[in-house]
């Protein structure tokens, strides 16, 4: 699987993006898919994630309420809208999936086999 994600940017505080990601070489039929984001220096974290049903929708707690998952099998895209965004959530932001991970390890990074290359989201105060 190919991972190709876009619609980073520069925003102000209180604003919306919406990221994409885009899959090529495989359906994301049955792919569990999530958001993990970095800032430099520090961790990578989990955002947000869809189980391979699509059934279950996962979110960190600093983005429950603000940020969406959705994912449109159609166009083999996920989607993460993001709302009231905040300074902090300025990081660059990856997509990632895998056809074998159970909903016990969505949310841990090491548990994802394919990664898009990250679009960069800037929040200023």
């Known amino acids: 699987v190919q991972l190709q994600a876009s619609g980073g940017g520069v925003v102000q505080a209180g604003e919306s993006l919406r990221l994409s990601c885009v899959a090529s070489?495989?359906?994301?039929?049955?792919?569990?898919v999530a958001w993990f984001r970095q800032v430099p220096g520090k961790e990578r974290e989990f955002v947000a994630a869809s189980s391979r049903s699509g059934a279950g929708t996962f979110y960190s707690e600093f983005v429950k309420g603000r940020f969406t998952f959705s994912r449109d099998n159609a166009k083999n895209t996920v989607y993460l809208q993001m709302n009231g965004l905040k300074p902090e959530d300025t990081a660059i932001y990856y997509c990632?999936?895998?056809?074998?991970?159970?909903?016990?390890?969505?949310?841990?990074?090491?548990?994802?086999?394919?990664w898009g290359q990250g679009t960069l989201v800037t929040v200023s105060s």
């Open positions: 070489g495989r359906t994301l039929r049955g792919v569990a």
């Open positions: 990632a999936a895998d056809a074998s991970i159970i909903n016990s390890s969505i949310r841990n990074e090491i548990a994802y086999d394919y």
